[in-house]
């Protein structure tokens, strides 16, 4: 019988982060473990494997978590197969973004998995977040969002996280930042650097700067990046070159997000605005 198995891998440079996405039919893989957190979504079909002595069937949304070293498998359960994203995250990353992303973690904070499987729309909703951002490799301070948003919903119901984050939408520092992005809006500016700006930590920068400006700080600066991409193309600068000079990887990252934002192509755009026909 012919099989179309297939495994999409990228690795984060910055974070070091794996990210796959992945379709297998009848028998996946033999007993293993990683050394990595494991934090996953099944997309289709049926995901079946056994961790310690339990046997797990995920469904189309179902969250699945594995800390480093526990022993699993995997199968299909039946002939169309299953499909599933999940990221590989390094033990290292969520010890040192814990302090960062929050002031009041413990010492030594350690995250440990909720449950093996489980149904968490927020959860799922945010794994399927960061997975796009890194799988996808976007802006640096969108794929620090995506892992931020994932390490919240994973330590939302932590004991140190029930103290209440208020918004001062009359800190300075606040301008500063806003500042910050609008002087810099073609370089790479990761959240880490935002906060040590602020002088606050990440998930306290996010919430005061949303309260303030109406968007979090990643979705603040692509909406200035879109603004001047869109400027750019209205007066007939090509795709590829407006891209370039405000910040986007290439002509399709800024038609990826233009599209989101407006419904139009840039090219589409920059017909509609000039009668500069295209090169």
């Not at 179902?62 to 498998?73: I, N, S, W, Y």
């Not at 939302?156 to 939408?169: E, G, H, L, N, Q």
């Not at 090219?267 to 509609?272: H, M």
Request: glycine share 6%.
């Amino acid at each position: 019988m012919t099989t179309t198995q297939w495994v999409d891998i990228v690795k984060d440079k910055d974070s070091q982060v794996e990210t796959i996405r992945a379709h297998f039919e009848g028998h996946a893989y033999d007993a293993h473990w990683h050394d990595s957190y494991l934090v996953g979504v099944t997309e289709a079909g049926v995901q079946q494997f056994h961790s310690g002595r339990v046997r797990y069937r995920s469904t189309p949304g179902k969250v699945f978590t594995l800390a480093p070293g526990e022993v699993h498998d995997g199968d299909a359960v039946d002939r169309d197969g299953f499909t599933y994203r999940m990221l590989y995250i390094p033990p290292q990353l969520l010890r040192s973004a814990l302090p960062e992303i929050f002031e009041n973690a413990p010492d030594r904070a350690e995250i440990s998995c909720p449950a093996t499987l489980f149904e968490d729309d927020l959860l799922a909703a945010a794994t399927l977040s960061a997975f796009d951002a890194l799988h996808r490799q976007d802006f640096k301070i969108v794929k620090d969002h995506g892992m931020q948003h994932l390490i919240s919903a994973l330590t939302r119901r932590y004991p140190w996280r029930k103290k209440r984050v208020t918004a001062d939408s009359k800190n300075p520092a606040l301008q500063r930042v806003r500042d910050y992005l609008h002087d810099s809006i073609s370089e790479e500016i990761g959240l880490t650097e935002l906060a040590a700006l602020a002088g606050m930590d990440r998930f306290r920068l996010t919430r005061q700067f949303q309260h303030r400006y109406g968007l979090p700080p990643h979705a603040y600066l692509v909406q200035l990046r879109l603004v001047k991409a869109r400027a750019l193309l209205a007066k007939g600068i090509l795709p590829a070159d407006a891209a370039a000079q405000t910040g986007f990887a290439d002509q399709s990252h800024l038609g990826r997000w233009f599209k989101r934002a407006y419904y139009l192509t840039p090219a589409a755009y920059r017909r509609i605005c000039t009668i500069v026909p295209d090169r």
